[in-house]
């Protein structure tokens, strides 16, 4: 719901990057389903053993946000065209949205510096491109999971209404914080839930 929401408020940023969205898409898709297929098939073992550093990788990536927008901008202020690499762009899209298939956390942030290390254009029309991307893969995810997956319905319900609620207060609390207290806030309980999980696992 969070991305079609952002997708259809950013929908006059996608004007014109309908050829982007015809490349890119079947791709992210695909390799989003990869994500989940593996996250199936490799066993609760592996991903426990795996959670550890992929929320420490998580953090990394949200540590690095805001580096990484200004970047963007900056490679934005030099000079926004339609420039385009797509032989690095695939490989780029593909694994971040293999990583978002089987994870997800920080996904996002993986697709936005893929988009803007592929393509010179201004940041708003990349991250509009990133929100319809990723609208498409978590769809493709979450549908093979709830088809494939062991599925727990009787507790879909309680976590559904628990993320609403804590979205709508979470949402509420962000605008009083500073963006950098915010992100250090989720960067450091990132930290201490990886650092639970490496403990148990010892």
């Known amino acids: 719901p969070g991305y079609l929401g952002a997708t259809l408020a950013q929908r006059h ?3 014109g990057q309908a050829a982007r969205l015809l490349v890119l898409l079947p ?3 695909a390799c989003s389903v990869g994500g989940a297929l593996l996250l199936l098939h490799t066993g609760e073992h592996v991903f426990d053993r795996a959670v550890p550093w992929l929320i420490l990788g998580a953090c990394m990536l949200l540590s690095a946000q805001q580096p ?3 970047w963007l901008e900056r490679r934005e202020s030099r000079g926004a065209g339609a420039g385009v690499h797509v032989p690095l762009a695939l490989p780029l899209i593909g694994a971040a949205n293999v990583y978002g298939g089987y994870f997800g956390a920080g996904a996002s942030v993986i697709v936005l510096a ?4 592929s393509y010179t254009d201004t940041l708003p029309r990349l991250n509009a491109l990133k929100q319809a ?3 498409a893969t978590n ?3 979450a549908l093979l999971f709830a088809v494939n997956g062991p599925v727990n319905w009787r507790v879909v319900p309680v976590l ?3 993320a609403l609620v804590g979205g709508a207060w979470g949402g509420r609390l962000g605008r009083r914080l500073s963006p950098q207290l915010l992100r250090s806030v989720v960067v450091l309980l ?3 839930v990886a650092a639970i999980y490496l403990w148990r696992g010892r």
């Not at 893929?114 to 290390?117: E, R, V």
């Open 13 to 15: 940023d996608l004007r």
């Open 27 to 29: 791709l992210a898709v």
């Open 68 to 70: 990484l927008r200004t």
């Open 114 to 117: 893929a988009l803007g290390l």
């Open 133 to 135: 991307l990723s609208l």
């Open 139 to 141: 769809c493709a995810a």
């Open 160 to 162: 559904a209404a628990g």
């Open 190 to 192: 990132g930290l201490i």
